[in-house]
């Protein structure tokens, strides 16, 4: 029965690529929708061999990679959609290769400085490369907060809510796996069941702002549209005889 | 030590934004008529802001004045434009908060972004960008003579975008909003915009 609570996440990540597939979302956030499915059929790969010690070992820590990976493409895709309207400002380019900079450089800098109680080689990268991925989603998340906050944006959009989906879990995954590469696997357990609440947390978010249907933005009326522009027109015409 | 400090900070201001992100999300959006729009903008004279950024007034300026009356007059003229694009920015909030009020009248209905939102971002961008470069320029002392005084034809870009250009996009993107107006409150949302 213990061993069943790690797997919570697994139907709830079920349920969302049900809404995500039934929103049609995999076609506005291909990145996303990959990521909730990837980590659907990881959760259902673990449960099925987690009996096979060694083999469970490998999946464990490649899923991990997995997921890492897959979570810094989706807040990719994030900023993508959230500066679509900014893409002809050279500097927007640079947001997200700057965020991963500091996301690998803080990360290495912290190995050196406090070296992670781990065995093996590739469980350190793995873990060094996981503190890094969760630095860049909570950078972006935060970012994406102050910037929604000071500019003014509708907050209850798509895009805002995978960001904090990932802001939830992944500022308690990287508080997790600093004090796990720390202590090592001495907490082992209070990491674990912390990051299966927030993850359990996270889909649940993401569940809930799916669940409702995006409204579509209502098309103005052609002939109120038409009258408006023309009164506007009249107006700038106006402005431009008097200079 | 040093890094630590630094995740921590990360963690302490995601935490803060999460819990700002929740209330922003789950607050209910203020209910606005948009017949009252008109009343909650600042007038923006666009002749004047042309001509703040007319680089043939800064030039006629230097031509005709003295160097300490030409740093005078354009300090003045920094103000002037300063208080510009505080309302520009006040503006541009105002739309996008009128706007969201007509996009999300049901409770909890997720919406993507507007036109009009988009364009009081730029403008909000613009203003912010324009406005750090005028507090540097107005903190440079007086007397520090060896520093020439920028021309404010120079503020007509700033964070990549066209000031005016935006605000006009932002304008039409209003009216296209807002297109249900009566005629005459129509014709006053163009000119207090």
Known sequence: ?243 | MLSSILIWLLLAWSALGLMYFLYRACARVPRHDPKNLVHYLHPVDWDLLESLLDPAADFELRWRLSPREFREEQRCRMRLFRELLRRMSHNSAVLAEFDNALFGKDDFTPGPGSKVEEAAIKVRLYCTAARIKLRVWLSLPDTLRAVPMPDLARLRMAADLDGPKVYEELKAAAVEAFADLQPAELDALTRNL
């Open chain 1, 1 to 243: 029965m213990g061993a069943l609570l790690w797997y919570i996440p697994a139907p709830l990540l079920l349920l969302l690529v049900g809404v995500l597939v039934r929103r049609g979302a995999y076609r506005t956030f291909p990145f996303f929708f990959t990521y909730v499915a990837f980590g659907a059929a990881a959760d259902v790969t673990r449960f099925l061999t987690q009996g096979h010690h060694s083999l469970y070992f490998w999946i464990y820590w490649l899923t991990d990679a997995g997921y890492a990976l897959l979570g810094a493409l989706a807040m990719y895709e994030l900023l993508r959609k959230v500066l679509r309207g900014f893409s002809h400002i050279w500097w927007t380019h640079l947001i997200f290769p700057a965020v991963v900079t500091v996301g690998v450089g803080l990360s290495i800098w912290r190995m050196h400085v406090v070296p992670p109680q781990l065995q093996g080689p590739l469980r350190l990268w793995i873990v060094t490369g996981e503190i890094a991925v969760r630095i860049v989603q909570v950078f972006i998340f935060a970012g994406l907060v102050t910037f929604i906050g000071f500019f003014g944006f509708r907050w209850r959009q798509y895009p805002l809510g995978i960001a904090a989906g990932f802001g939830v879990y992944s500022t308690v995954a990287l508080l997790t796996t600093i004090k796990f590469s720390d202590f090592g696997t001495r907490f082992r357990f209070l990491w674990d069941a912390t990051s299966v609440v927030a993850y359990s947390f996270a889909v649940l978010i993401w569940i809930g702002f799916f669940f409702v249907p995006e409204k579509e933005e209502p098309p103005p009326n052609p002939e109120t549209l038409a009258f408006a522009l023309g009164t506007l027109n009249q107006y700038l015409d106006r402005l431009r005889r008097m200079r």
